[in-house]
């Protein structure tokens, strides 16, 4: 399991107020464009890697993110940031989304059903669907250490 840094974690409060303060029947409403988010995560640029010189390094922060939220089985929070020309996210977004395993990631569908999915898990304010979130997750680990031990078992039986 992936840890956040101080700045992801203050990145990931960001996302998850934005995405709490969304509208579900509007949940593209809650998107931000990097520039604008970056300068409310550090609005005095003291972070090399979020300054206006420095966006690039942005990106895999977000990634970050992402990775930090399918590993506690959420919606990919990082969707919500999109680049302002375009109101889509960048070409790394789909990149990762198919590396943790989504099919059809590059699917701008597959994109807005990520924004839809996070503003309707974060404001919804649950805690059991957090709870259910993190106990998914954890039953998940313990099948995949259940079935590693078997293979083992079968190795030497």
Not at 82 to 101: I, M, N, Y
Not at 117 to 138: E, H, I, K, T
């Amino acid at each position: 399991m992936l840890t956040l840094t101080p700045i992801e974690r203050d990145m990931h409060r960001l996302l998850r107020s934005l995405a709490q303060a969304g509208d579900p029947a509007d949940p593209l409403s809650a998107c931000i464009g990097y520039k604008e988010f970056a300068q409310r995560v550090d609005p005095h640029g003291l972070d090399p890697y979020t300054s206006r010189n420095q966006m690039h390094g942005l990106y895999p922060k977000l990634g970050h993110i992402s990775v930090y939220e399918h590993q506690h089985g959420r919606p990919l929070l990082s969707a919500l940031v999109v680049a302002k020309a375009t109101g889509r996210p960048g070409d790394g977004f789909a990149e990762l989304a198919s590396q943790l395993g989504f099919e059809a990631a590059e699917d701008a569908g597959f994109w807005e059903h990520q924004v839809a999915q996070a503003v309707r898990f974060w404001s919804a304010d649950d805690p059991v669907m957090l709870m259910d979130s993190a106990m998914d997750q954890v039953l998940k680990e313990l099948g995949s250490i259940k079935r590693a031990v078997r293979r083992l078992a079968a190795q030497k039986g």
